[in-house]
């Protein structure tokens, strides 16, 4: 295996594992509110705060890993978040009860945080050109599956041992990975000068954790004590107002941890703003379609991951022959109508009864959300990266990365407001019409803002995309 092969399939296995845990866990949600029953956090709100503890950290500290990856290499920061990852996995795969289970998955999201932007990064470095764009296609095709796939693995692994086998089995995907990150050079790593004047945001850092923590939970724990509790309107006035002083802070601070420049940059800032609508609708409709299909449709979690299987199928087939396609065509057409089309498999859910008949009610509308988002994952990532200059790879993407975490958690934090106080049919077709409205708004944003500005005409009269270097 050559280096560059090597680069890829590490910074794919280091991102696939951080990926599927978003999703692996979503499976096991019922079987842990049924056994976790004792303790301050238990039913739907242990549910909410399995998935968003997990996410608070990973979103906040996103962007600071992004610096760290610069800073201090993006192999080492790779290597001490895989380390990290295998432990706090064993720690939820322990959890005794439901505050230490979230507890321990605040603390995964720490470490999963360290994977993602120096996965990416380390493909900036060493690919370029079309080689760079069919690389991104390949992470962005396993890395998406990773969060439709999980569903089916929770599921199997539920049904045939228990909940806490999600996060054991973690442990297999990261000795793997450290294995294979020992045959990469560190100089084969980085970018030549990255980040040797940088320094660490650590104010932005804990402003942006603190404000996330504070009106997340807010969110969530409203539906208990309602929005008159100072403990409810409190935080969220905390959390909000460090949020506020985090945006403050970043266009005044000598080294932020989110650029404001990056901003200036068309595609970015407008491909930032269709992720937050794309992936907040990813998240909040895998979250509440697992939970209906069990909960009301009398799924086995197997049969639930099962029922999400087209997806997967769908990114693996055409995710790299979109983002190829994006290289030949430009991405705007791709990120417009790929959302389009998931929110039109949205709408086509809306035929679910409770019975949740899989052939006719639950397939058709999964299957098009599958061919929306094989068209959208790989140009969008492409558009976003390529306009990035590659000494930006690392905070570049940890910047996109953050985006589509605080996006699913803070929509997820609204599933109670949405759905009610449980999720029965009518809540469920609620949150439908939600994800479906966030898909049209991302293709919306998409159509406006972005510019196929690296598409040129060559020799046989073709087009391909320029990534920026």
């Known amino acids: 295996m050559t280096v560059p092969q ?260 068309r595609n970015f800032a407008w491909g930032n703003l269709a992720t937050a609508a794309i992936y907040g609708a990813l998240y909040f409709g895998g979250f509440v379609v697992t939970l209906f299909l069990q909960q009301v449709g009398g799924y086995s979690a197997t049969a639930a991951g099962l029922a999400q299987i087209p997806i997967t199928l769908l990114l693996l087939a055409l995710s790299t022959r979109f983002g190829a396609l994006a290289g030949r065509y430009g991405p705007r057409i791709f990120m417009t109508l790929g959302p389009l089309v998931g929110g039109a498999g949205y709408l086509l859910l809306l035929t679910t009864t409770e019975e949740a008949v899989y052939l006719t009610q639950v397939l058709p509308g999964l299957t098009l959300f599958g061919l929306g988002l094989a068209m959208t994952v790989a140009p969008l990532t492409s558009a976003i990266l390529g306009s990035i200059p590659a000494t930006d790879a690392g905070i570049g993407s940890a910047v996109n990365n953050a985006v589509s975490r605080v996006a699913g958690l803070v929509v997820i934090a609204f599933a109670g407001v949405i759905a009610g106080g449980a999720l029965d049919l009518d809540g469920f077709h609620r949150s439908l019409l939600v994800t479906a409205a966030l898909l049209v708004l991302g293709g919306v944003l998409s159509w406006v803002g972005i510019r196929n500005e690296h598409v040129r005409d060559d020799a046989s009269g073709a087009t391909e995309a320029q990534a920026a270097t």
């Not at 004792?38 to 503890?53: E, H, I, K, N, R």
């Not at 409203?222 to 006035?237: D, E, H, K, M, N």
């Not at 909000?240 to 420049?261: K, N």
């Open 6 to 265: 090597r680069v890829l399939v590490v910074a794919i296995l280091a991102s696939f594992v951080s990926f599927l845990d978003g999703s692996v866990v979503n499976v096991a949600l019922p079987a842990i509110s049924d056994e976790l029953t004792t303790g301050p956090v238990t039913g739907l709100a242990l549910q909410q705060w399995v998935v968003d503890a997990y996410m608070i950290t990973l979103g906040a500290l996103i962007l600071l890993a992004g610096s760290l990856s610069d800073v201090h290499g993006r192999r080492r920061i790779m290597g001490i978040g895989l380390v990290g990852f295998a432990v706090t996995s064993v720690a939820c795969a322990v959890a005794p009860d439901g505050l230490f289970l979230v507890v321990a998955r605040a603390l995964q999201g720490v470490a999963g945080a360290l994977l993602v932007p120096s996965s990416l990064a380390m493909i900036i470095s060493t690919f370029d050109g079309e080689r760079q764009g069919r690389a991104i296609g390949s992470w962005t095709a396993w890395t998406s599956t990773a969060s439709i796939i999980g569903p089916l693995l929770g599921g199997v692994l539920v049904d045939a041992f228990s909940w806490r086998w999600v996060f054991w089995i973690n442990v297999v995907p990261v000795a793997v990975t450290l294995w294979l990150l020992r045959g990469i050079p560190s100089a084969a790593a980085e970018e030549e000068g990255a980040g040797a004047a940088r320094r660490i945001d650590v104010r932005g850092a804990v402003l942006a954790a603190v404000g996330l923590a504070g009106t997340v939970f807010a969110l969530i724990e409203q539906g208990r004590y309602g929005w008159a509790s100072p403990l409810v309107w409190g935080t969220f006035a905390g959390g909000a107002l460090c949020l506020v002083a985090f945006v403050l802070w970043e266009r005044r601070a000598p080294d932020p941890m989110l650029p404001p420049r990056l901003f200036t940059v």
